[in-house]
């Protein structure tokens, strides 16, 4: 399944208009298009693509706004509800893959997270919204892909069960906010776009980064996450970027072109997110809390894209600079954006009534990789001098326990540490499936010093700090 392609099932078509509708080379694309749907009476069209007057008759202006409407075509499940007074779509298909609670607590949530995201660049841009849902199987994870006024989201079905849905609303909310920041604002490289040929962008880690920040900060404004949620989402985020090799924003924002091995690959969606992140604590700083990244984002939204260009390198750090009252960022953008320092959270996170604190814990480890497959957890690597290798573990041993801890698949490493973290010297039985043998063995447990981050609210920080810290969170 691909969102970005067009592709049938018996009940169903999924049109994309860049794989379907053709353009003529050499002449402008400033041309009216009609797009009539004829299929089965009882099958169901949802496009965000404007009416044609006569039923599925659908039109457009332009070339650029008919490949940017994609269509569900077929049996499915669709509702409409009226949100900062424009209609929102949801359909999902198959009919029935995502109905009863889920489905609604989703299109609530959806209905708080608008409204915060608009508040951001302060309109509504489209007249109909289609959140085009596509649950299956054979899919592992969420996908989705952003247009205009709607996205196309493939996705498995556990991401439609409790526990699961704020994932999806993130995925969610992510989308959304991308038809202000990306189909609308957007760096002067995309604009026009180009059909023939790449347009590769250093600037993804605003585009692709900060809608990554706007989407969390939406769900904390909305409610669906609380303060420490947020937080939390932040955290994540320093510590992915933190287990990546150190790579500059701009480059990492290339990545979509050049795929690099190295492990940097889509960097810019979190690190990007820190730095819009960073950058709303320091303009609010700067300002005691009258300005933000929300007027920047606004500013740029309306002197670019409302007047049919996109924003250069020097519009965004000009923009910024005004807005933190005339602070130079050049230092900013040459460390952070350009190079490949560390963030400086112990004294930007203060500034927001935050503190970044680091602890050193004893961690129970065995002392091997393993890799799970359909038969079972295996050894792939036992490290030297640790309790594996003392008790007689070999590599292509598969686990059978350890510790009174089942191996079934990778979740028992934690269940292992949360029985013997802080412990030493304690006895460790071992059972191994060897040779077509089960080996029984026993260890002395051991601990290893681990880094354990977290974020705290600071309870000593000034009223200033307080205010930057809520104004992120509820949008003051």
């Known amino acids: 399944l691909d969102?970005?392609?067009?592709?049938?099932?018996?009940?169903?078509?999924?049109?994309?208009?860049?794989?379907?509708?053709?353009?003529?080379?050499?002449?402008?694309?400033?041309?009216?298009?009609?797009?009539?749907?004829?299929?089965?009476?009882?099958?169901?069209?949802?496009?965000?693509?404007?009416?044609?007057?006569?039923?599925?008759?659908?039109?457009?202006?332009?070339?650029?706004?008919?490949?940017?409407?994609p269509f569900f075509i077929g049996r499915m499940d669709v509702d409409s509800a009226q949100i900062s007074g424009k209609w929102t779509r949801f359909a999902s298909y198959p009919a029935g893959s995502f109905q009863g609670r889920m489905r609604d607590s989703l299109a609530k949530r959806i209905s708080r997270v608008i409204p915060a995201e608009s508040a951001v660049l302060g309109e509504t841009p489209w007249d109909t919204y289609s959140i085009l849902m596509i649950f299956d199987a054979s899919f592992g994870g969420g996908s989705a892909l952003e247009h205009q006024s709607s996205h196309v989201g493939v996705y498995t079905p556990f991401l439609g069960t409790p526990g699961a849905d704020t994932i999806l609303t993130s995925i969610t909310a992510h989308e959304i906010f991308h038809a202000w920041n990306v189909k609308r604002l957007r760096p002067a490289d995309l604009v026009p776009y180009r059909y023939s040929a790449s347009q590769p962008t250093t600037w993804l880690w605003v585009s692709e980064g900060i809608t990554d920040y706007y989407a969390d900060v939406a769900l904390a404004r909305a409610g669906v996450l609380d303060s420490t949620a947020f937080i939390n989402a932040m955290l994540s985020n320093m510590q992915t970027v933190g287990a990546a090799p150190p790579t500059a924003l701009e480059d990492a924002s290339l990545s979509t072109w050049i795929h690099p091995k190295d492990g940097s690959g889509y960097i810019y969606y979190p690190k990007g997110s820190l730095t819009g992140f960073m950058l709303d604590i320091m303009i609010r700083d700067a300002s005691d809390n009258a300005r933000s990244l929300d007027g920047v984002m606004r500013e740029l939204y309306q002197s670019t894209y409302k007047r049919g260009r996109g924003f250069t390198g020097a519009e965004w750090w000009a923009t910024v600079r005004q807005a933190a009252g005339g602070r130079d960022f050049a230092e900013f953008n040459a460390r952070y954006v350009d190079g490949r320092d560390p963030y400086p959270w112990a004294t930007v996170l203060p500034l927001a009534g935050l503190r970044y604190v680091v602890d050193s814990v004893q961690q129970a480890r065995l002392g091997i990789s393993s890799n799970a497959d359909s038969t079972g957890v295996h050894v792939m690597e036992v490290t030297a001098g640790g309790v594996a290798e003392a008790a007689g573990v070999h590599v292509g041993d598969q686990l059978i326990s350890v510790g009174g801890v089942q191996v079934q698949n990778a979740a028992w490493a934690t269940r292992f540490r949360q029985l013997y973290d802080g412990k030493v010297g304690v006895d460790v039985p071992i059972t191994v499936r060897r040779a077509g043998q089960t080996v029984s063995l026993m260890g002395k447990s051991r601990t290893v010093p681990v880094a354990n981050e977290r974020i705290e609210f600071d309870r000593n920080a000034s009223p200033r700090a307080v205010r930057i810290r809520n104004g992120i969170i509820r949008g003051s």
């Open 3 to 69: 969102n970005a392609m067009a592709w049938a099932r018996p009940d169903f078509l999924l049109v994309n208009g860049t794989n379907v509708f053709l353009y003529p080379e050499g002449r402008s694309l400033d041309f009216p298009a009609t797009v009539t749907v004829t299929t089965h009476p009882g099958w169901q069209v949802v496009t965000s693509m404007h009416s044609g007057g006569a039923p599925r008759t659908y039109r457009e202006a332009n070339y650029h706004d008919l490949v940017d409407m």
